[in-house]
Nanobody, 126 residues
Framework: QVQLVESGGGLVQAGGSLRLSCAAS????????MGWFRQAPGKEREFVAA????????DYADSVKGRFTISRDNAKNTVYLQMNSLKPEDTAVYYC???????????????????WGQGTQVTVSS
């Protein structure tokens, strides 16, 4: 069992920055990959970014590439999402998720993720 708790969301103006954190507990953090997803009102949950268990491999949705950076600190059992140059269309509830698949590659489909946090709201005003 893994517990994931997101924090760092809030209200920011367009062009601003936020850093989301996701604290994990329950199993060895370095044994699983991590991902960030988001869901805007009336829309399906979508992939944002993922990072491998060692932090070596990362992947980003095209919509955030160059603006968002995913990282992890295995000593602190925490994964981060640094969000820069925020746009109103980034407004959503952001979720972190844990992926226990074998191998070094990260994945995008939500169904590959085994545990989810409760989400944190990010609102970007124009």
């Amino acid at each position: 069992q893994v517990q994931l708790v997101e924090s760092g969301g809030g209200l920011v103006q367009a062009g601003g920055s936020l850093r989301l954190s996701c604290a994990a507990s329950g199993r060895t953090f370095s044994s699983y990959h991590m991902g960030w997803f988001r869901q805007a009102p009336g829309k399906e949950r979508e992939f944002v970014a993922a990072i491998s268990r060692s932090g070596t491999n990362t992947d980003y949705a095209d919509s955030v590439k160059g603006r968002f950076t995913i990282s992890r600190d295995n000593a602190k059992n925490t994964v981060y999402l640094q969000m820069n140059s925020l746009k109103p269309e980034d407004t959503a509830v952001y979720y972190c998720a844990a992926d226990f698949r074998f191998g070094t590659s990260v994945t995008r489909p939500a169904y590959d993720y085994d545990y989810w946090g409760q989400g944190t709201q990010v609102t970007v005003s124009s």
